[in-house]
């Protein structure tokens, strides 16, 4: 039963610290996302690449926020000073895009970050 | 504008009856398609059903289905015969196919509580 594992799935840490959050999407899938969920913002796209390549990162704040893939097995994602406005449930999915093909995001465990 | 509106915060059901949750959407594509997740209290994002704009049949995933109205912009989603075990959030969201944008605009979901 493949999944996408998120790694850690939790986190509290203090204001200024470096944070980083590591995603394993499904292997053979080619594009990962990258959202975040507060109560007040609801679900918003930070960033998602194909084939590894950022495609949008329009949505996360440059100067603290950034998002990598490495490799094809893992993406990661950044925070660094973290700020309590970061706290947040940090979700990656992934999915295989194939055209205008429809297709699923499969979405990780999440992490639910608590910066203080 | 919004691109996905739902517009019950919250719905009550009794077990076994039917219940449909609201999703009206906004886009300029003529490609696009929709999804509905499920969000326990557990936290994690379990994709539902999907219906992709040109699809002229509503999807149906066992007890769930989708009742598309292209001309109103809606996809309104049917839970039939419900269960203690459907008591979550749910989310609709698009994803918009002519704009090469491929991630998720979710709505601000509902809250689904099934009463015995």
């Known amino acids: 039963d493949a999944r996408v594992t998120q790694t850690p799935r939790h986190k509290v840490t203090e204001m200024g610290q470096e944070v980083t959050m590591r995603c394993q999407p499904i292997?053979?899938?080619?594009?990962v996302f990258w959202y975040r969920q507060t109560m007040m913002q609801g679900l918003e796209l930070l960033a998602y690449?194909?084939?590894?390549?950022?495609?949008?990162d329009s949505g996360m704040p440059k100067d603290r926020f950034s998002a990598e893939m490495p490799d094809a097995t893992l993406a990661t994602l950044k925070i660094q000073p973290s700020e309590p406005r970061d706290s947040a449930v940090y979700f990656c999915?992934?999915?295989?895009?194939?055209?205008?093909?429809?297709?699923?995001?499969?979405f990780g465990p999440g992490t639910r970050l608590t910066v203080t | 504008a919004q691109k996905i509106t739902q517009t019950q915060p919250g719905m009550f059901v009794q077990e076994k009856e039917a219940v449909t949750l609201d999703c009206t959407y906004d886009?300029?594509?003529?490609?696009?398609?929709l999804f509905w997740y499920k969000q326990p209290s557990s936290g994690e994002m379990i994709f539902l059903i999907y219906?992709?704009?040109?699809?002229?049949q509503n999807a149906t995933e066992g007890r769930y289905s989708l009742n598309f109205q292209k001309a109103r912009k809606s996809a309104n989603l049917v839970i039939s015969a419900s269960q203690l075990g459907d008591s979550a959030m749910y989310f609709c969201?698009?994803?918009?196919?002519?704009?090469?944008?491929?991630?998720?605009?979710f709505g601000s979901g509902t809250r689904l509580q099934v009463q015995p």
């Open positions: 292997l053979g899938h080619n594009t």
């Open positions: 219906q992709g704009s040109y699809d002229e």
């Open positions: 886009t300029s594509d003529q490609s696009y398609g």
């Open positions: 969201a698009m994803r918009e196919g002519d704009t090469g944008r491929r991630a998720l605009t």
């Open positions: 999915a992934s999915g295989l895009v194939l055209g205008q093909s429809p297709y699923e995001q499969y």
């Open positions: 690449f194909r084939n590894r390549a950022p495609l949008d």
